[in-house]
């Protein structure tokens, strides 16, 4: 028995191994902690991806091919996108298809058009399985995460063209057009010593300019505005997102001075090749011979013109493709020739009626505006004509300004008036008007995305 007692009490006193037990004791605590950082490292490098994979899907399903962006442009009211939650979906499934080691809970996409914004959500859970943390009884993780987008609804617009095919749009388009007519109209038998540049289209004279300038290949602004119109119809396509965000109406001034007036050339359409098509017959308006019997040579009617557009025009929405809005694309000279017994700058009188040339009157734009309708203005300057004698005694003075021609002259002033901030263009026809009118057609687009 001595010995066994003598053996148990070295072992009570012996102190040797303590640090082995503390350390075994110590390491699991340690192991746990060192386990629980791998795990919690495995979930975040996993929810990561899962992220990723759900932003994929929410910035996906409505981009600009999308197909919940496209069906998102005929939807006439606000509402969840089918297409766009099954799109959303197949992305987020295609993100995460070779990652493993968990165990996918959930995904619930929801995209939804509400005005012109479409939001794309997608939610997610999951879970894995621990390694180290199932020691203390947890045996999985669960993370979850969102992710959410929007994307802007190009908006729809509805453009209104006034065209102003008055006879001054008769005029030469450049200096050597001028050249060419008053060359071939000096002398002349019929009307000798006219000196004209005026292609006027008289339906009591067969010999009429409008038909000496096209046996000549001159070409005159109407020509140029029609081309123009036509180049503008393209742009409109190509420009477009959906195939019916832009509807065009075109109208002039009337097909002759008998019937003189607001007339619609086209009818507000979607269909831009019909509108290109309509636009081809943009051309000159008609009268019959000097002091015409319907309107005394007064054929530029701003004073009735504009007023019986504003009342073509309904009122302008927030650019839905039910509410759109809505634009006036004005081009013209800017000089009013009308019976107009208000006007600031009465030059003669005709029988009873006064006949008014000058500048137009800004106020006939801002009762447009006010109506929240957008007015963009492309001014086609007048040539100088100097052989011609009443251009040179009654538009020439208004239509130079204090230290030359425009565009200090009067009458670019009051066209830049006329128009909306931001949305005037001057050009001559040397400048190329067609390249002004997409110009100015893009940035009433980008004008409309400003202000909405």
Request: hydrophobic residues 35%; charged residues 15%; glycine residues 6%.
């Amino acid at each position: 028995m001595r010995p066994v007692r003598s053996t148990f009490s070295r072992f009570i006193r012996d102190r040797r191994g303590n640090i082995s037990v503390v350390f075994a004791l110590a390491c699991v605590p340690l192991i746990t902690t060192v386990g629980c950082a791998v795990d919690y490292s495995r979930a975040t490098q996993i929810r990561a991806k899962l992220q990723a994979a759900a932003d994929a899907a929410s910035v996906g399903s409505i981009a600009k091919a999308s197909p919940a962006f496209i069906a998102a442009g005929s939807m006439t009211s606000d509402g969840p996108i089918t297409v766009g939650v099954t799109d959303a979906t197949k992305i987020f499934d295609g993100n995460r298809d070779n990652q493993t080691g968990y165990t996918l809970i959930s995904v619930t996409p929801t995209v939804v058009k509400s005005g012109s914004t479409i939001t794309s959500t997608v939610t997610y859970s999951a879970s894995i399985n621990t390694m180290f943390l199932s020691v203390i009884g947890k045996s999985t993780l669960t993370m979850s995460g969102t992710s959410t987008s929007t994307a802007n609804m190009p908006l729809y617009i509805d453009f209104y063209l006034l065209l102003d095919n008055s006879p001054s749009m008769g005029v030469a388009a450049t200096p050597t057009d001028v050249t060419t007519l008053v060359n071939a109209t000096t002398g002349n038998s019929f009307k000798p010593n006219d000196q004209c540049a005026f292609a006027c289209h008289d339906y009591n004279d067969s010999n009429n300019y409008y038909n000496l300038a096209k046996t000549l290949g001159v070409t005159t602004r109407i020509d140029v505005l029609r081309s123009a119109t036509q180049s503008l119809m393209d742009t409109a396509g190509a420009t477009q997102t959906y195939s019916n965000q832009f509807r065009m109406a075109i109208y002039d001034f009337g097909a002759s001075s008998a019937t003189i007036g607001l007339r619609a050339l086209f009818s507000l359409s979607s269909s831009l090749t019909s509108a290109k098509t309509a636009a081809g017959n943009i051309d000159l308006m008609g009268v019959y011979g000097n002091n015409d019997s319907y309107t005394k040579d007064m054929d530029t009617p701003f004073s009735t013109v504009f007023p019986a557009l504003n009342t073509a025009i309904s009122a302008p929405g927030a650019g839905t493709s039910t509410a759109p809005l809505k634009y006036v694309f004005f081009v013209s000279d800017g000089l009013a020739d009308e019976n107009n017994s208000g006007c600031l700058k009465p030059i003669k009188t005709v029988g009873s009626m006064s006949r008014c040339q000058s500048p137009i009157n800004p106020a006939l734009c801002t009762t447009l505006k006010d109506r929240g309708i957008k007015v963009a203005v492309l001014y086609t300057t007048y040539l100088k004509l100097p052989t011609n004698s009443w251009y040179m005694s009654w538009i020439d003075p208004f239509n130079q300004g204090p230290f030359g021609p425009s565009p200090n002259s009067e009458v670019a002033q009051n066209m830049q008036s006329c128009a909306s901030p931001g949305l005037y263009f001057e050009v001559s026809p040397t400048q190329g008007i067609s390249d002004a009118m997409n110009a100015l057609f893009k940035k009433a687009v980008a004008d409309a995305r400003i202000s909405s």
